[in-house]
């Protein structure tokens, strides 16, 4: 995983309050918390006392969530993390996984989408030549060998585009 430049910005100039909100956030936006993990390591030993000594942090598994998560930014306890961790993994973990997959599926759907698109504008672009070949044998009233390959060969290809549209249970 990548840490952001926005991160590496605010531990090289030892905003110790903003690495704690960035690390804050990363705990709902990453629910495997490797981003985290990955952040946490990169800044800790950048800091002096970066986490509070979990004896102090008396905070309460009744307390709202909000409150713990937001507290984190001043109580930065190891306690405190591995709770929030254990919450957010039972609480948002499986609708988190839920929303990802149904990106993908949509991005999945785009991608055929766009797929269709492609073999539906082959027809239509077939088609118009098809359509100039047999203009141009009206026009001279008379026709080529050529002409009837190159029909035969725009033919095949619309048919085989089809083919292709209706396997993916398009038509």
């Given amino acids: 995983?990548?840490?952001?430049?926005?991160?590496?910005?605010?531990?090289?100039?030892?905003?110790?309050?903003?690495?704690?909100?960035m690390l804050k956030d990363s705990l709902l936006l990453d629910t495997t918390f490797k981003m985290f993990d990955e952040m946490l390591s990169y800044c800790v030993n950048r800091f002096d006392d970066f986490y509070m000594n979990d004896q102090d942090d008396d905070f309460s598994k009744d307390d709202d969530f909000n409150v713990l998560l937001g507290g984190l930014v001043n109580n930065f306890s190891r306690k405190r993390i591995v709770y929030l961790k254990e919450y957010i993994s039972k609480t948002y973990g499986c609708k988190i996984e839920s929303v990802k997959k149904n990106r993908e599926t949509i991005n999945s759907n785009t991608a055929e989408q766009r797929e269709r698109v492609i073999i539906v504008k082959r027809i239509i672009t077939e088609h118009r030549n098809m359509s100039h070949i047999i203009n141009d044998i009206k026009k001279r009233n008379d026709y080529r060998i050529n002409d009837i390959e190159e029909i035969e060969k725009i033919s095949n290809d619309i048919a085989d585009q089809c083919k292709k549209l209706k396997r993916k249970k398009v038509l």
């Fill in 1 to 21: 995983m990548i840490i952001t430049s926005e991160f590496k910005n605010a531990v090289t100039s030892h905003n110790e309050t903003l690495v704690k909100i």
